[in-house]
C-alpha cells in the first residue's frame, strides 16, 4: 500500500511533491527524481516481486502438500544482508543532504502520510510545531491495539495510543480503510478531546494481479487444502482451528485435509507455530509458509478449496477480499469488518463457534457436491479508482479555510 502511494505520487501525479525522510541529521526533504530512483531498486529487492516459480518458499510448500519430507523453511535474514540491501539503495539514488523541511515546503502544504508506526515516534513529528500552516493528513488502519490490548503486547497498545495522539494533536484529515474503522477511530480520538476530523473511509485495493483469473497450481490439483492468511498472533484465532483439525483429523485420518498458513509471527507468534508443529498426526496436514511472493500467494489461494479467516477483530480484511477477487469461496469470522467489505456469499461463523467452522469446512469436502466458487463479478477498488477519491478528499482538505492546528493538550489514554 505504502509503495502504490509513493508510485502515485511521485510516477503518475502531476502535482508537485517531494519526500520527507528521517535523516540522522533530522526529518529531511528530498526531489522526486532521487525518490524514483529509490522506488525503482526498492522494487527490484523486494521479494513480494518473485514470479512464483522463482519463490522457494513456495517450491517448499509445494512440495509438502505432496506429500515429501522437506525441512521447515525460515526466511533467509541477516544483518549483513540487510546492510548490503541497504547499500545498494543508496548506490541507487545517490547520497544527498537533503533540505531543510522546514524551509522547503511551501504555505498551506499538504502532508500525507500512511505509515502510521511512524506516527508512535513525536519526535518525527516535531517539526510540524514550527510550520502550523501544513495540513498534515494521517492514516490510521485501525485502533485494535486500544479496542482489544489483550491481542497485543503492551508496548504495542502503548505505541499506538501515541499514533492516536499525535494524530488528534496534528491531523487536519484522517485516512481509514473501512465505516467500521472509521467508528472506531473517531470514538478514540474524542476520548482525546480532539474536534471531529474530517475522515476518508476508503477500502484499500487488491494488488493488481489478483485482478486477473485464478491461476491454480496444476502440481497440486486434486490436493484438498484450505488457506488461512495473515500475521500468526492470537488476535488471528489460529488456536480455534488448530483444535478443529484436531476434531477433523479424528473423524478423517488420513483423508483431513491441509490447512496452509501464510504468514509472518506476530506477538506470541511462535507459541502458536509450536503448538501447531508439535500437536501429533494432525501437524503432517498443517503447513506453515512465510515470506511467499504476491504471484505464489495468489497461486496459493487459486487452488484453495477456500480461506479461512477467523479473526476476533479487523480494521479491513484483505486476504477476505482477494480471494474473493479470485473467485476463491471465504469462510470469515462474523465481525462487522468482514460484513463491511466481503463477497456476499461468504460464509460468516461466530469466531468462538468452534463446531460451526468445522461443519462449514466440512461442507468444502462433500464429494456428491457440486464444486463450490464464488461469482467473479465482485468488483472491489482499482488503485485507480482509489487515488481519484483520494484526491477529491486531499483538495477538500487544502480548501479547508478553518484555523489551522492550535496544538491544544491531548487527554492521554493508554490501551
Known amino acids: 500500500?505504502?509503495?502504490?502511494?509513493?508510485?502515485?505520487?511521485?510516477?503518475?501525479?502531476?502535482?508537485?511533491?517531494?519526500?520527507?525522510?528521517?535523516?540522522?541529521?533530522?526529518?529531511?526533504?528530498?526531489?522526486?527524481?532521487?525518490?524514483?530512483?529509490?522506488?525503482?531498486?526498492?522494487?527490484?529487492?523486494?521479494?513480494?516481486?518473485?514470479?512464483?516459480?522463482?519463490?522457494?518458499?513456495?517450491?517448499?510448500?509445494?512440495?509438502?502438500?505432496?506429500?515429501?519430507?522437506?525441512?521447515?523453511?525460515?526466511?533467509?535474514?541477516?544483518?549483513?544482508?540487510?546492510?548490503?540491501?541497504?547499500?545498494?539503495?543508496?548506490?541507487?539514488?545517490?547520497?544527498?543532504?537533503?533540505?531543510?523541511?522546514?524551509?522547503?515546503?511551501?504555505?498551506?502544504?499538504?502532508?500525507?502520510?500512511?505509515?502510521?508506526?511512524?506516527?508512535?515516534?513525536?519526535?518525527?513529528?516535531?517539526?510540524?510545531?514550527?510550520?502550523?500552516?501544513?495540513?498534515?493528513?494521517?492514516?490510521?488502519?485501525?485502533?485494535?491495539?486500544?479496542?482489544?490490548?489483550?491481542?497485543?503486547?503492551?508496548?504495542?497498545?502503548?505505541?499506538?495510543?501515541?499514533?492516536?495522539?499525535?494524530?488528534?494533536?496534528?491531523?487536519?484529515?484522517?485516512?481509514?480503510?473501512?465505516?467500521?474503522?472509521?467508528?472506531?477511530?473517531?470514538?478514540?480520538?474524542?476520548?482525546?478531546?480532539?474536534?471531529?476530523?474530517?475522515?476518508?473511509?476508503?477500502?484499500?485495493?487488491?494488488?493488481?494481479?489478483f485482478r486477473e483469473s485464478p491461476d491454480p497450481e496444476p502440481a497440486l490439483a486434486g490436493i484438498a487444502y484450505f488457506v488461512v492468511c495473515g500475521a500468526i498472533e492470537p488476535r488471528k484465532n489460529h488456536a480455534m482451528l488448530l483444535e478443529v483439525w484436531k476434531r477433523l483429523h479424528r473423524k478423517l485420518g488420513p483423508s483431513t485435509p491441509h490447512l496452509v498458513v501464510a504468514g509472518a509471527s506476530g506477538w506470541q507468534g511462535q507459541q502458536i507455530r509450536d503448538g501447531m508443529q508439535r500437536s501429533g498426526a494432525v501437524s503432517a496436514h498443517i503447513h506453515i509458509v512465510s515470506g511467499l511472493s504476491t504471484p505464489a500467494l495468489k497461486r496459493l489461494i487459486s487452488g484453495a478449496l477456500a480461506l479461512l479467516m477467523p479473526s476476533f477483530i479487523e480494521g479491513f480484511g484483505l486476504p477476505v477480499v482477494e480471494a474473493a477477487s479470485l473467485g476463491t469461496p471465504v469462510v470469515a469470522s462474523d465481525i462487522p469488518a468482514h460484513r463491511e467489505v466481503a463477497h456476499p456469499a461468504t460464509v460468516f461463523v461466530d469466531p468462538i463457534d468452534g463446531p460451526g467452522w468445522e461443519k462449514a469446512i466440512l461442507r468444502f469436502l462433500d464429494d456428491d457436491a457440486a464444486p463450490i466458487r464464488l461469482s467473479r463479478e465482485f468488483s472491489p477498488y482499482t488503485w485507480g479508482e482509489y487515488f481519484a477519491s483520494l484526491s477529491s478528499f486531499i483538495q477538500t482538505i487544502e480548501r479547508d479555510d478553518r484555523p489551522q492546528r492550535a496544538l491544544p493538550s491531548v487527554k492521554k489514554t493508554v490501551g
Not at 479496542?147 to 495510543?161: C, I, L, N, Q
Open 1 to 209: 500500500m505504502e509503495l502504490a502511494y509513493a508510485r502515485h505520487f511521485f510516477q503518475d501525479s502531476r502535482e508537485e511533491c517531494c519526500a520527507l525522510l528521517p535523516t540522522a541529521w533530522g526529518v529531511r526533504a528530498f526531489p522526486r527524481e532521487r525518490v524514483l530512483r529509490g522506488l525503482t531498486r526498492l522494487e527490484e529487492l523486494w521479494s513480494e516481486n518473485k514470479r512464483h516459480d522463482e519463490d522457494e518458499a513456495w517450491r517448499h510448500l509445494k512440495l509438502r502438500l505432496q506429500g515429501q519430507a522437506v525441512p521447515l523453511r525460515r526466511p533467509p535474514g541477516s544483518s549483513l544482508a540487510l546492510a548490503q540491501r541497504m547499500t545498494s539503495l543508496l548506490r541507487a539514488t545517490g547520497f544527498e543532504w537533503g533540505d531543510s523541511v522546514v524551509d522547503a515546503l511551501k504555505p498551506g502544504t499538504v502532508y500525507v502520510n500512511v505509515g502510521q508506526i511512524g506516527l508512535a515516534f513525536p519526535l518525527l513529528l516535531r517539526w510540524l510545531d514550527r510550520r502550523p500552516d501544513i495540513r498534515p493528513i494521517f492514516m490510521l488502519h485501525d485502533v485494535i491495539p486500544l479496542e482489544t490490548p489483550e491481542y497485543v503486547s503492551a508496548t504495542a497498545a502503548k505505541g499506538h495510543s501515541a499514533m492516536v495522539d499525535q494524530t488528534a494533536r496534528r491531523a487536519a484529515g484522517v485516512i481509514v480503510t473501512t465505516r467500521t474503522a472509521q467508528a472506531a477511530v473517531q470514538a478514540e480520538l474524542g476520548r482525546r478531546g480532539a474536534h471531529a476530523l474530517p475522515t476518508l473511509a476508503l477500502p484499500l485495493p487488491v494488488p493488481t494481479l
